[in-house]
C-alpha cells in the first residue's frame, strides 16, 4: 500500500439535524428515523422474493435479500423468526440526482431494510429509513426533492408489495446519541497512481474482515451507474455492505427493525482532480440512539463492532 500515506485522519462526526431553539419551548421530540411497514400474512402469499419483486418493478436495483435464519440456525442453533431477510436495495436516478453535490450519499446507496417475521406470528413487517433520517446522516436537506422522491419510491414499492399493510407506530422515542454518528476517514495519495492504490488498499481491507468476524454482503460500484450517464464526478465510488452476524442476531431480537441499518454501507471514492480517498459509515450510535436500545447485551455487541472497524482501519493506515 506504499501508494498511500501513513498518516490516517480520523474525523467523527456528531450529525443529529435538530436544530437550535431560540424559544425557552422544550424542543419536540424528532421523528423516528426508522419506519415499520406491517401487513396482515395469514396466507402466507407475502414472501420476501415478491417484496423483492414489488422493489424490482418500481425500478430499484436489487444488491442484496439474503436469508439470516440459515446463519442465526448455524451460529446459535436458534432464531426468534419465521423470516429474517436482510434486503439491500438502491435507485439509479436517485443516486444520479445527488452523487454530484452530496458526497456522502453512499451511506445509504445501498439503503438496507429488514424483512420479517416473528415466530408465533403471521403478521409480516418490512423495516426502512425515512427520508429524513437519511438526509439528515448524508448532509443533504430534509426539503431535497430527490431524496423525498425516493422516499416515497419506497412507501409507493412497500404497499404494491403488501396491499393490506400500514405502518407501525413505534413503542419508543428516539434518544439523543452518546457519541459520533458518522465515522468518517480520509487517505491522502502519495502519487497519482489511483487505481493502484485504490485495489491495494481494497485488498487489505477485505482480507481483515473474515478475521475480525464481519461478512462482507454486498459490493456496489456506484461510479458504474454514474459514468454510464457520462458523469465523471468521481476516480471511484464503491460501497461495500458489511454485516457482523452476532450484531444483528443479538440486536434483532428486541429490535427486529435494526435490519434498517445492516449490512452497514461503508463507502470509499476519490472525486476526479483529487488526491484525498474517502471513506465513511454509520456508526453503531446510529442504531443505539434510533432505536433507545437500552439493553446490555445489545449495546456491547455493538460498541465491539465499532472498535473492532476502527481497528482495522487504524492497522491498514499503518502498512
Known amino acids: 500500500m506504499k501508494q498511500i500515506t501513513k498518516g490516517l485522519i480520523l474525523s467523527l462526526l456528531v450529525a443529529t439535524g435538530l436544530a437550535a431553539q431560540e424559544s425557552k419551548a422544550p424542543a419536540p421530540a424528532p421523528a423516528h428515523d426508522v419506519r415499520v411497514f406491517t401487513s396482515d400474512n395469514s396466507d402466507g402469499k407475502i414472501t420476501p422474493a415478491t417484496i423483492e419483486e414489488a422493489f424490482t418493478k418500481a425500478g430499484f436495483v436489487i444488491a442484496a435479500n439474503n436469508d439470516m435464519n440459515v446463519p442465526f440456525k448455524r451460529d446459535f442453533n436458534t432464531t426468534s423468526f419465521d423470516v429474517y431477510n436482510l434486503f439491500v436495495v438502491y435507485k439509479k436516478d436517485a443516486v444520479l440526482a445527488l452523487a454530484e453535490q452530496y458526497p456522502k450519499i453512499g451511506l445509504f446507496s445501498p439503503m438496507s431494510m429488514s424483512i420479517y417475521t416473528k415466530k408465533g406470528t403471521k403478521m409480516i413487517s418490512v423495516s426502512s429509513l425515512t427520508a429524513a433520517g437519511m438526509a439528515k446522516m448524508m448532509d443533504i436537506p430534509t426539503d431535497n426533492e430527490a431524496i423525498n422522491t425516493l422516499g416515497k419510491n419506497v412507501e409507493e414499492a412497500l404497499k404494491a408489495a403488501m396491499p393490506n399493510g400500514q405502518f407501525d407506530v413505534l413503542p419508543y422515542k428516539m434518544k439523543e446519541p452518546a457519541g459520533p454518528l458518522v465515522t468518517n476517514v480520509s487517505f491522502e495519495m502519495e502519487d497519482d497512481d489511483w487505481e493502484t492504490a485504490k485495489d491495494d488498499f481494497e485488498m487489505a481491507f477485505e482480507g481483515e474482515l473474515a478475521p475480525n468476524g464481519f461478512v462482507m454482503a454486498g459490493f456496489t460500484d456506484l461510479n458504474y451507474d454514474l459514468e454510464e450517464k457520462d458523469k465523471e ?87
Not at 443479538?250 to 454501507?265: L, R, W
Not at 446510529?286 to 476502527?310: H, T
Open 233 to 319: 464526478w468521481y476516480h471511484f465510488y464503491d460501497v461495500y455492505s458489511i454485516c457482523s452476524i452476532p450484531v444483528i442476531y443479538t440486536v434483532a431480537i428486541k429490535h427486529p427493525e435494526a435490519g434498517a441499518f445492516a449490512p452497514c454501507s461503508l463507502y470509499l471514492y476519490q472525486k476526479s482532480g483529487e488526491k484525498t480517498m474517502n471513506m465513511a459509515f454509520p456508526a453503531v450510535h446510529k442504531w443505539i440512539s434510533s432505536l433507545n436500545i437500552e439493553d446490555k447485551e445489545s449495546i456491547d455487541v455493538l460498541l465491539d463492532a465499532q472498535k473492532k472497524f476502527e481497528d482495522i482501519l487504524t492497522k491498514l493506515s499503518k502498512e
